[in-house]
C-alpha cells in the first residue's frame, strides 16, 4: 500500500479488443436476439427458458455448469471447457443425457443461432427431480440445460480502463471441507451478501477469504498479485478457472515467475500491481484493495499479459471457430 | 455406543398420527392432485411451475425458503413460519413483492386448492434477474414462488419405527462463516453428497459435522441426543429449526433437562438414544450412528416426546385450521 498523496501511479493503456456491435447477422428473430436457451431438448428464446420449480438444482442448489465465451467468432479452449464440465458433474454422480458431442452440438448451435461474434454461453447440469415420494438422489433423472446471451463483461469499459475498487470482506467462500472448489457450482449466497458489502463501501467488486482467512476468489473470478515482477496467485479454495490458467500458461512461457500461495489481504494490498482473470472480460487491472491505492493500475506486468492475452485470442490460440448460418 | 451382540435394546411403540388418505376432497382436477404452486402471479399445476433459467434465485442460488406443513387440516406454527421467513429474505437484503397478510393469503389457498388434510408447502424468495447488462443485484427484481403437495415423509414408516441408520460425513456443512445458518437457504450440496455416501454405506441418511467438527445438522433436519435423561442438541451451525425449537418448548415444559452443546460424534454414539426433528415428519427415533447401536431405539424420553408433539398437535396446539372450499 502506498500513501495516497504521494503514489507515483504508473499508467499503462490497456487495448481492450472492439466489441464488434456491428455485427449485422441476426439468424432467428427479435425474440431470440437477448439470448437463446435449450432446454427439455428444446432451442427457445432466454426469456422463455425455464427449469421445474421442483428441481433439486433449485431446491437444493444441486447443480453444476461451466460457462465459456467466443470473442470475434472463435470460441476459446471449448474442449477444455467441455473436460472441465464433465469433471464437474462427474463429482457430483450426475449423469448426462447428452454426449460430450452432443453438448458440443448444442453449443455451437446457440451460439449459430444467435448469430453473436461475442457470447457467452452457459453449460448446466441439474439433479432434476426424483420420482413421488422418493427424496433418493439415485433416483433422479438429471437434466442438462444450456443458455448463449450477447457477451456480457464483468465490468464497464470504464472501470476496466482505471481499473477496479475491490472491497475484500469478512465473508468466507464455501470452503473446500464443504463443496470442492473444483465443481464449478451454484453456491453464491457469500458472493452476493460480498457483493453488497462492496456496494455498500462504493466498491465495484468483491473477494472473499477462504476459512484459512488468505485472499480466496470473487463472483466469477480469480486474482492475481504483481509482486517485484512475480505472480502471486491464490493457492487454493479457489477455482481452478480457465483464464486464471490460460494467465499462468503465459506467464510461463513468456518467461514471468509466478507462485500459487497463500495471499494474505496485507500481501495484496501491498502488491506493485493487482488484476482479476475471468471468462467474461480476460484480465481485468485492480486499482484499490480496500480503499488503498495499489502501485500501479494498470501496471506494466498487467499491461503485457493482457495484451499477450488479447493478441493471442485474436491470432487464434487455442480457439476455434464459430460457425454461423 | 454398546456391543451390538449384547445391547439390550429397549423398544418403545411411537404411535404416528394416522394419515388421512381416505379424505375424498379434492377441489381441482386430477392435474392438480401431485401439487400446487405460485409463481408470476398465478396458480399452476407444480408440474407446470417453472422458474426462469437466468433467476439468479437458480444461477448463484442466491435464494430462500420456509417450509411449512398441515397436518389432520391444521398449520403448525404458520405465524413462526413466517416470521422466520421475512427474518431469512430480510437477511439476504430481498425485498418481498408480497405483504405477509398476502403470502399467508397464497398459503391458505394453495391448501385449499389441493384439498389436503395433511400437505408440505414451501414459501420461496428469489433474487430474479437484473436489467439485461447488469450484474447489480441492487437492481434485481425479486420474486416470489410457493408450492404445496402431499405431505412428504422424511423417512418411510418401517424406518420412522426401527429407527434410522444415520451416518455422520466427514463433510462440513457450509459455515456460519460462509452463509448465516439462519437464513434456510438452499445450499446443499454437501448434504447431497454426504447423501450419497450415507447410501453406499447402506444407511438411510446423512449427518453433516460443523468446521470444528462436532455434529451439525442433516438434510432438512436437526438432531438430539439422549443422554441420562437430559437432551443435547447442537448449538450452532445448525438452522433454528421450527420442530428442534417446538421441542425444546416441550422439554421445559415436562420438566426434561435440554442443553444446547458442542455434540461430538462420540457422543452421540454414546448416546441412551437419539432422535432427530424436522417439518417433514416430527421426531423420528435413531437406531445407529455409523453403524454403532445406541442404547434404545426409540427409547422412553424420545417416546415420551413424540407423544407429547403428536397429541398436542391434534390438540391444536400452536394450530391454525386449514380452510377448504
Avoid at 467466443?70 to 467441455?82: A, P, S, T
Avoid at 470482506?169 to 457450482?185: G, N
Avoid at 451478501?193 to 477469504?209: P, S, W, Y
Amino acid at each position: 500500500m502506498q500513501d495516497l498523496n504521494t503514489a507515483q501511479v504508473e499508467q499503462v493503456t490497456l487495448n481492450f479488443p472492439k466489441r464488434d456491435s456491428e455485427w449485422p447477422y441476426q439468424a432467428l428473430g427479435p425474440a431470440y436476439a437477448a439470448g437463446i436457451a435449450y432446454t427439455d431438448d428444446r432451442y427457445v428464446p432466454v426469456a422463455d427458458a425455464r427449469i421445474s420449480l421442483l428441481d433439486w438444482g433449485f431446491t437444493r442448489s444441486d447443480a453444476c455448469q461451466d460457462t465459456i465465451s467466443v470473442y470475434d467468432g472463435q470460441f476459446f479452449r471449448l474442449e477444455d471447457h467441455l473436460e472441465r464440465f464433465e469433471r464437474s458433474w462427474k463429482s457430483l454422480r450426475l449423469e448426462n443425457p447428452l454426449s460430450r458431442d452432443e453438448v458440443r452440438d448444442v453449443v455451437r448451435k446457440l451460439v449459430a443461432m444467435g448469430g453473436w461474434r461475442d457470447a457467452y454461453i452457459q453449460i448446466i447440469m441439474t439433479r432434476g427431480t426424483p420420482p413421488v415420494g422418493s427424496r433418493d438422489p439415485r433416483l433422479c433423472k438429471n437434466r442438462f440445460h444450456a443458455f448463449a446471451i450477447p457477451y456480457v463483461w464483468i465490468a464497464n469499459p470504464e472501470a476496466q480502463q482505471r481499473g477496479l475498487k475491490v472491497h475484500v470482506s469478512d465473508i468466507c467462500r464455501v470452503p473446500a471441507q464443504s463443496v470442492s472448489p473444483l465443481i464449478k457450482h451454484y453456491h453464491w449466497l457469500d458472493f452476493e451478501m460480498g457483493l453488497f458489502e462492496a456496494l455498500d463501501h462504493g466498491q465495484d467488486t468483491v473477494l472473499l477469504k477462504n476459512i484459512e482467512g488468505y485472499v480466496a476468489e470473487g463472483p466469477g473470478f480469480n486474482v492475481f498479485a504483481v509482486s517485484d515482477g512475480h505472480l502471486l496467485t491464490p493457492r487454493s479454495s479457489a477455482l481452478d478457472g480457465m483464464t486464471r490458467r490460460t494467465v499462468l500458461e503465459i506467464a510461463k512461457e513468456v518467461g514471468i515467475e509466478a507462485a500459487e500461495v497463500d495471499l494474505s489481504v496485507a500481501a495484496l494490498q501491498d502488491a506493485d500491481e493487482a488484476f482479476l482473470t475471468t471468462t467474461a472480460g480476460g484480465l481485468l487491472p485492480i486499482a484499490t484493495v480496500n480503499g488503498a491505492t495499489l502501485g500501479s493500475a494498470p501496471g506494466s506486468v498487467t499491461g503485457r499479459l493482457h495484451g499477450e492475452y488479447w493478441g493471442r485470442r485474436a491470432s487464434g490460440w487455442l480457439s476455434s471457430p464459430a460457425l454461423y448460418w
